[in-house]
């Protein structure tokens, strides 16, 4: 349904790659391969399933077993392991157990009871779903194209003109024991049908082969794409456009400023990470005369529900006369006019054994003229809830042609949020990491200390972005550190911490990147040496540029950001011991340094009041990875303790207390010990990571 994306699903069934598989090899492939398409199902939507005669473990008998996406799992990306085994005689066997549509979901205490093999992943409530429908292979998606249809006033009779007999429709019904009973019940009485339309939920298809059943699915979304583009030539779009969307520029500068009020206002409870999405069919809604009356009916298939809330928060702005301060200062009346709409939603539709309320704040923030801003516990969560939205805007720009579109009726979208079982699944997931939730910024993120820094918080759940001035490191530190850690977890940014002009952008970046920004580590840095008569004004000047003017620059940013959330904050400093112990031919780098600790001292004493926290971290000798030991200071330094390369490491060691070697992870333990809650009532400290130096020990 997006205009952006090709018109057609292509078929991706490779015959030769098939034939070398097994059965659930096979389940594997199809489900990938339909998973691969957001237009067929997003991240996590949607399941497939395989009944497979297989050799049953206890009797050495063939046993009918079906093969189902379990809980959580995810298509696109799901493995052998990420699916449930179950005895299909012991789930035909439920259907005695079961005692009506008010207990059914007592019936997903049993799943575990038909477990084959042992398998420990847990069979999702969508299980009956498959069980019951009698062949062999089953495929449920969630496709905007069918979903349109799904969600339109008359869904029945769009369904019987799209498609004819070949596909049947049932009305809404909760996923669960009761709704695959229906399918069941509608497959033996329409023994020529392909597939079933959900009203206001998808697609079920099956097939007597893998092959048959996945190129169902296909040609029946295609088939739904085909008349919709029929329909909807010429037509208008939501109404028609109200106001025309901002230059892409500004729209970024826009969201640079709104996030981070924004993030603030809504992490009381628990910091939420943003994600920000301007594309051409986010612009079209927002844009369009219908918005409004929209946005307010809220989604229509549970699976986008879950993800975006019962309805978006529309942000009142005239792209004509973008007076972005006056949205800054309304927006706190905004919120909370939508947590107090959220708890009376609440209230209309609890029931005595409701779950209490969850976080009242909005998941989806709709602007026109700009975009969209989507929050969350995680950026994965924020970036996967805004295209859940996107789909849900595909819903209704293709209902709302054809016929009127239809969110889920508003008791019906309560029961599924606050479904017990779904609490069950919430209470079952572990625990956050200790910085889950936080966005930090590393300057000199692409060098030893830097990357080792990013790590250690990344490990901890934070999502970093790495500062850097060299492009080519810093192109590397990210591939490297997205691949460990995720993409959703790592951003770029190209910055020059001399100019002031780059640090705001590169700053204004990150907020647009995650929301906002909780910790700041300033690494950035370089040595020199030179006695004082050889010590050039270019070189004092440029180790104060960058040492001293670039600590300067970037904490002034992160404590504007700080402000502006009012949620507190994090400063480290990367200082050195030469900023407490003077050490010969380092004039200019020495000063410097010593600069930096003092204005960690000044910052400390403004951000306290606002739980604002400036700490420092003082490295020694950290030639390991470092990139400052790569150039001249290398030698510089040898020459100064008359020795070689070779030999200077091991004189750092043995001048040591210690007689210890310092390496950039000691530095990452020291700044993360100050990221972290674990120091959350130091600030204006120092911690030396240096082997022990009598000279540094800090008065």
């Known amino acids: ?34 998973g691969s398409d957001k237009r067929v199902t997003n991240y996590g939507g949607g399941n497939t399933s395989s009944k497979i005669m297989q050799k049953d473990p206890l009797t050495g008998e063939t046993v009918e077993v079906l093969w189902v996406k379990g809980s959580g799992g995810d298509s696109a990306s799901i493995k052998l392991d990420g699916f449930s085994t179950l005895y299909m005689d012991k789930l035909r066997a439920l259907k005695g157990l079961y005692r009506g549509v008010e207990f059914e979901d007592e019936m997903v205490g049993y799943l575990p009871h038909a477990t084959f093999n042992l398998n420990p992943r847990a069979a999702s409530i969508d299980t009956p779903l498959h069980a019951y429908v009698n062949h062999p292979y089953v ?63 998808g697609l079920f298809t099956w097939g007597d082969t893998p092959k048959e059943c996945y190129e169902t699915t296909i040609a029946i979304i295609n088939q739904a794409i085909a008349w919709f583009e029929t ?35 809504i992490s009381e409870d628990s910091h939420k990470l943003g994600h920000f999405d301007d594309s051409a069919a986010v612009l079209e809604f927002v844009n369009s005369k219908d918005l409004r009356p929209l946005a307010a009916l809220g989604t229509s298939c549970p699976d986008h529900f879950l993800r975006t809330k019962i309805r978006p928060l529309v942000i009142e702005f005239d792209p004509t006369n973008p007076d972005v301060d006056a949205v800054v200062a309304k927006i706190p009346e905004d919120i909370a006019a939508y947590r107090v709409d959220y708890q009376a939603y609440y209230d209309r539709c609890k029931h005595d054994n409701s779950p209490a309320v969850r976080d009242p704040n909005a998941v989806v923030y709709l602007m026109p003229g700009v975009g969209m801003f989507t ?38 979208a309560f029961d599924i949020e606050y479904w017990l079982l779904e609490e069950a699944k919430l209470a079952r997931m572990p625990k956050p990491k200790a910085l889950a939730g936080k966005i930090a910024l590393v300057t000199g993120g692409a060098g030893g200390i830097g ?71 300033s690494n950035a840095g370089l040595a020199s040496s030179a006695p004082i008569e050889e010590t050039t004004l270019e070189l004092w000047n440029k180790n104060m540029d960058i040492l001293s003017t670039g600590y300067f620059l970037v904490s002034r940013e992160a404590f504007r950001l700080f402000r502006a959330q009012k949620i507190g904050g994090n ?88 007689k210890r070697s310092v390496f950039p992870e000691d530095i990452a333990e020291a700044i993360y010990f100050f990221a972290s809650d674990a120091s959350a009532k130091s600030t204006g400290n120092i911690i030396n990571v240096d082997a022990g130096n009598a000279q540094s020990f800090t008065r």
């Not at 033996?188 to 597939?195: I, L, M, Q, S, Y």
């Not at 790592?490 to 970046?509: D, K, Q």
């Open 375 to 412: 929050f969350a516990k995680d950026k994965a969560t924020a970036r996967i809830s805004g295209e859940f939205y996107v789909n849900a805007i595909n819903v209704m720009r293709g209902a709302s042609i054809v016929s009127t579109y239809v969110g889920l009726p508003e008791q019906e």
């Open 231 to 265: 329909e909807t030539e010429g037509k208008t779009i939501f109404g028609g456009e109200a106001v025309a969307a901002l230059p892409a520029e500004q729209r970024r500068a826009i969201a640079a400023k709104l996030m981070p009020k924004i993030r603030g206002l």
């Open 139 to 201: 495929d449920h998606m969630h496709p905007d194209a069918i979903i349109a249809i799904a969600a339109s006033q008359n869904s029945r009779e769009l369904t019987r003109q799209i498609f004819g007999d070949t596909i049947g429709w049932l009305p809404w019904k909760k996923p669960g024991f009761e709704l695959g009973l229906w399918l069941g019940k509608f497959c033996e009485e329409n023994p020529e049908a392909k597939g079933v339309v959900l009203e206001s939920h």
């Open 571 to 658: 400063v480290v400093f990367v200082a050195s011991k030469n900023g407490l112990a003077a050490s010969p031919n380092a004039s200019a780098y020495c000063t410097a340094k010593a600069a930096e600790i003092h204005l960690a001292r000044c910052l400390a004493l403004e951000g306290a009041g606002e739980q604002i926290r400036v700490n420092v971290v003082n490295p020694d000798a950290v030639l390991r990875g470092s990139k400052i030991w790569a150039g001249e200071w290398l030698e510089q330094r040898a020459s100064t303790y008359k020795t070689d390369k070779d030999g200077l490491e091991e004189m750092y060691r043995e001048r040591s207390l210690l």
């Open 1 to 34: 349904m997006s205009t952006s994306a090709p018109k057609r699903l292509a078929n991706l069934w490779d015959d030769a790659k098939a034939a070398a598989m097994s059965e659930p090899e096979r389940l594997v492939y199809r489900s990938n391969l339909l």
């Open 451 to 521: 990357k080792a820094t990013a790590v250690r918080l990344l490990r901890e759940g934070a999502c970093v972005v790495l500062a850097d001035i060299d492009e080519t490191a810093l192109a590397s530190a990210t591939e490297e550190l997205s691949g460990v850690f995720g993409k959703d977890f790592v951003r770029p940014v190209i910055v020059n911490v001399t100019r002031e002009e780059a640090v705001i952008a590169g700053f204004a970046h990150a907020v647009v990147e995650f929301g906002g920004l909780d910790i700041l580590v």
